[in-house]
């Protein structure tokens, strides 16, 4: 299972930029996908997640600005950021958790390369 992300870049405190995912591989299906940010010496964070299901999760801290989308059926997943803020600045990380392939449900977490997004003031 590979996952692939693009988008990013940069942008002025304000603006819109809208990240994409898509996994690739011998995929069944995906429980939950989701994006994750790190900044040097931090934690990587949580950012936005969504199930199957269409329950979604968001950090405190882009509820209202950021929106999370997904289709399940072609494995992809998007995030929307609105109204970006330069603490938003860090390296965005698409995740996939619990996959099921053929015979196998795989509980590890999947990590897609990370794509920087630079908010400037």
């Known amino acids: 299972v590979q996952l692939q992300a693009s988008g990013g870049g940069l942008v002025q405190a304000g603006g819109s930029l809208r990240l994409s995912c898509a996994a690739s591989?011998?995929?069944?299906?995906?429980?939950?996908m989701g994006w994750y940010r790190q900044t040097i010496g931090k934690q990587r964070e949580l950012v936005a997640a969504?199930?199957?299901?269409?329950?979604?999760n968001y950090a405190n801290s882009v509820k209202g600005r950021f929106t999370i989308s997904r289709d399940s059926a072609k494995n992809t997943v998007t995030l929307q950021m609105n109204s970006l803020k330069p603490e938003d600045t860090a390296v965005y990380y698409c995740?996939?958790?619990?996959?099921?392939?053929?015979?196998?449900?795989?509980?590890?977490?999947?990590w897609g390369r990370g794509t920087q997004v630079t908010v400037s003031s």
């Open positions: 995740n996939a958790e619990g996959v099921h392939i053929p015979g196998y449900y795989i509980t590890d977490k999947y």
């Open positions: 591989g011998s995929i069944v299906s995906i429980n939950v």
């Open positions: 969504t199930t199957a299901d269409g329950v979604t």
